[in-house]
């Protein structure tokens, strides 16, 4: 899910998002104080309508100036937002682990002999309804299309009439209800905490071995990448299952340096 | 190169010089003379050991400006690489029983040829893709360090070396260390500010504006960006040996990521592709780290206690990221364009423009 907003701001504004994974912990945060105060829906509202603020006000006020600039300008920019959004929110809520509201059912399904967690159950299925969600965005709605037309180029969509700039926010505030959607499992799997930022670092793996900007690629690489490392984790040792997945990103990229489902673009480097 | 009026240059030694005038032979002599008289100048050890870890961290940034911001190869693994050099060390060091004054280079160098192993990437890879090639660098280095071999390599405790000697000097106060560190960095500054301005500094710079151009031109573009790669590491090696003597031991959360960051980080902040950037960004960061240490514990005494320990443990993270946004957006070309800048204006003065 991580992986699939940064490819959603990636593939509009050719930035790679790394505090992705700091948005989703703020939203954690927020999701499990406001939900204590004001009933779960309520909370959810609130946190949906302040996480599209903050991250307005990131992409307005940060990575705006940076158009044009060289690529290291928006990497460091995005670190940088890392490290404030983990500072920020250790500065608020502190160490402190926060409880989030029980929303899924904590008995387990059994099929047959295995038992399926709820969470995990209703994950699979907010991806599937995300990922449809998406395809039929990009290719009916007439956002969508503009949002990919931006992907495509952006001086060419600006002279088509595309406002580019109001796309940019827009991917950024998609990424940032995703965030939340991602949260919202999280959340409810092992509570909120500021060392949630930490999976963020996980999903860049995925993103790179299925394609920067492939959604199905996302998803993918989502999978074979938590898949291998629970693998991995499960029949050599807990201390590789974090390194596995950097090791066959390193092999996938020197292979097919698009990734597995990335768009070739050909260029000569 | 402006010069006051009146210096021209007749012969071309003249006009590649770095150092031009008497004045400025004069201002370097005194310079060098203060370096060499700082520690009796300030004997605190506190500040010494600023200074040294200053040093050091001039070093490997310098690697990282070369291969970062003049060949534009970015990469987000460069403490992995100054621990590759520091492991090397530690470990040429008790099992091979090699003097430290060979282990140097000789860390610098495995350094170099780890990182033209993670550079071979780099002939297919560009941008976001090369960014992740070196994270994934990182995350391998570490963790080779931290699990492969426990009984070399000491897993998470780390190695850990006798102090130096050279004859019956021991390098155990910060004074003495000091004098190791300074000549070196001194040395590796000196060649960095040269290298830039040779052919295969002009190389890199012309592969970092474009790539294409640059091939075009004659450039072999694979020979130089692992060339870019090998110096960029080989610095960090040197400085990862000693930080080794610095502190004596060597452990893998020592050169984590985060590390890696706050190099680029630092490049950013002094000026990418400046030499005198670097020097620059490494004391700057350092103060900025300083003062927040200082600053801490008088916040706490104005605010709420439970409210002041989050404080403190988020204001390094806080101060740092807001430090990078701001010099990305209102000083993109760091703190040596302003000290340019500054220059200018000073040699113009009352006058704005010359």
Redesign the interface.
């Known amino acids: 899910m991580i992986a699939l907003g940064i490819v959603i701001i ?1 593939k509009s504004t050719k930035v ?1 998002n790394l505090a992705q994974g700091h948005i989703m912990m703020v939203a954690v945060l927020l999701g499990a104080t406001t939900s204590h105060k004001f009933g779960i829906i309520g909370g959810m509202i609130i946190t949906i309508a302040v996480m599209a603020c903050i991250a307005l006000l990131l992409e307005r006020l ?1 990575l705006r ?2 158009i044009g ?1 060289p ?3 928006a ?3 995005t ?6 959004l ?7 809520w ?2 402190g682990l926060y409880n989030y509201p029980q929303l899924f059912p904590s008995e387990a399904i059994m099929i047959s002999t295995i038992a399926i967690e709820q969470e995990t159950l209703w994950a699979f299925v907010a991806v599937a309804v995300i990922f449809t969600a998406f395809v039929l965005f990009y290719r009916k709605v007439l956002l969508g299309k503009a949002m990919r037309a931006t992907a495509e180029d952006h001086r060419i969509s600006q002279s088509m009439g595309i406002r580019v700039t109001h796309i940019f926010s827009i991917s950024w505030v998609i990424a940032a209800i995703l965030a939340y959607v991602a949260s919202l499992f999280l959340g409810s799997i092992s509570g909120g905490h500021y060392l949630n930022s930490q999976l963020g ?1 996980k999903a ?2 995925a993103v ?1 071995v299925g394609g ?1 900007d492939s959604i199905t690629g996302a998803i993918m690489g989502g999978f074979i990448v938590g898949l291998l490392e629970s693998f991995v984790t499960g029949y050599l ?1 807990g ?2 299952g ?2 596995v997945p ?2 066959v ?2 092999i996938v ?2 292979i097919k ?2 990734g597995l489902f990335g768009l070739v673009r050909i ?3 | 190169m402006a010069r006051p009026a009146g210096i021209f240059d007749v012969c071309y030694d003249q006009d590649i010089a770095i150092v031009r005038t008497v004045p400025q032979w004069i201002t370097l002599g005194i310079f060098l003379i203060f370096l060499l008289l700082l520690p009796q100048l300030f004997p605190n050890r506190y500040l010494l050991n600023i200074i040294n870890t200053i040093m050091i961290m001039t070093i490997s940034v310098h690697g990282l400006n070369i291969l970062t911001g003049f060949a534009g190869q970015i990469s987000a693994g460069h403490a992995a690489f100054m621990g590759v050099g520091a492991y090397a060390c530690a470990s040429f060091m008790t099992f091979g029983g090699i003097n430290y004054w060979v282990c140097i280079p000789l860390s610098g160098l495995t350094a170099g040829l780890v990182g033209i192993l993670f550079g071979l990437p780099s002939l297919r890879l560009k941008g976001f893709y090369l960014i992740m090639a070196t994270i994934a660098a990182q995350f391998i280095i570490t963790a080779f360090f931290l699990h492969y071999k426990p009984e070399i390599f000491e897993g998470a405790r780390g190695m850990s070396i006798k102090p130096v000697q050279l004859g019956n000097i021991i390098f155990n106060t910060q004074e003495n260390l000091y004098y190791l560190i300074m000549p070196i960095a001194v040395i590796m500054t000196c060649f960095a500010q040269n290298l830039v301005r040779s052919r295969m500094g002009r190389a890199f710079v012309a592969i970092r504006d474009n790539d294409l151009a640059a091939e075009i031109m004659g450039i072999n573009l694979f020979g130089y960006k692992l060339r870019a790669f090998f110096i960029g590491c080989f610095y960090a090696g040197i400085a990862g040996s000693l930080y080794t003597a610095f502190l004596r031991v060597v452990r893998p959360d020592q050169f984590t990521l985060m590390d890696s960051i706050w190099l680029l980080g630092i490049i950013i902040i002094g000026g990418m592709g400046s030499i005198l950037g670097g020097i620059l960004g490494v004391i700057f960061v350092r103060l900025l780290d300083e003062f927040v240490l200082w600053l801490t514990p008088s916040l706490s005494t104005i605010l709420p206690a439970d409210y002041a320990s989050r404080i403190s443990a988020a204001m390094g993270l806080v101060v740092f990221g807001l430090v990078v946004v701001l010099f990305l957006i209102l000083e993109p070309r760091g703190l040596a364009h302003r000290w340019e800048i500054l220059k200018e204006r000073f040699r113009h003065w009352p006058f704005t423009y010359g």
Request: proline share 6%; hydrophobic share 60%.
């Open positions: 990636f790679f940060t100036p940076l600039q690529l290291v300008a990497f460091l920019m670190i940088a937002l890392s490290y404030l983990e500072g920020g929110a250790l500065m608020v502190g160490e670092l860049f793996p790179l920067l040792s201390e590789m974090n390194v950097f090791i990103l390193l990229i020197l340096p698009y260029e000569r480097i």
